[in-house]
């Protein structure tokens, strides 16, 4: 499967924005599908994952509340709105697919098989 991640940008300190993750070349609805983000000099930490069909939802701490994960199978798109920003979620945002038919949504980078290209979010304070 093929994504492409888009929505990122420039925005204010308290602001939004709504990323996109759109996938081609398979049944995107067969994978689970994870947000991810990495500023400069960090690792690639995980931000928010919906599962495959039914769409359960899980985010990192930090983002719970603010960030909210959302599939749209019909148009092979998964979505991640993000409200309040703050400057510390200022990183590159990276989609991923795990075509793996597990019972929860991984964390972790290396489990999912399939990545988009990035999008640049940038929180000015």
């Known amino acids: 499967v093929q994504l492409q991640a888009s929505g990122g940008g420039l925005v204010q300190a308290g602001g939004s924005l709504r990323l996109s993750c759109a996938a081609s070349?398979?049944?995107?609805?067969?994978?689970?599908v994870g947000w991810f983000r990495q500023a400069p000099g960090e690792e690639r930490e995980f931000v928010a994952g919906?599962?495959?069909?039914?769409?359960?939802?899980y985010y990192a701490d930090s983002v719970k509340g603010r960030f909210t994960i959302s599939r749209d199978n019909a148009k092979n798109t998964v979505y991640l709105q993000m409200n309040t920003l703050q400057p510390e979620d200022t990183a590159v945002y990276y989609c991923?697919?795990?075509?793996?038919?597990?019972?929860?949504?991984?964390?972790?980078?290396?489990?999912?098989?399939?990545w988009g290209q990035g999008t640049l979010v940038t929180v000015s304070s």
């Open positions: 919906i599962s495959r069909s039914v769409g359960v939802t």
């Open positions: 070349g398979r049944t995107f609805s067969n994978y689970a």
């Open positions: 991923a697919a795990d075509g793996a038919r597990r019972i929860y949504i991984p964390t972790t980078p290396a489990y999912f098989d399939y």
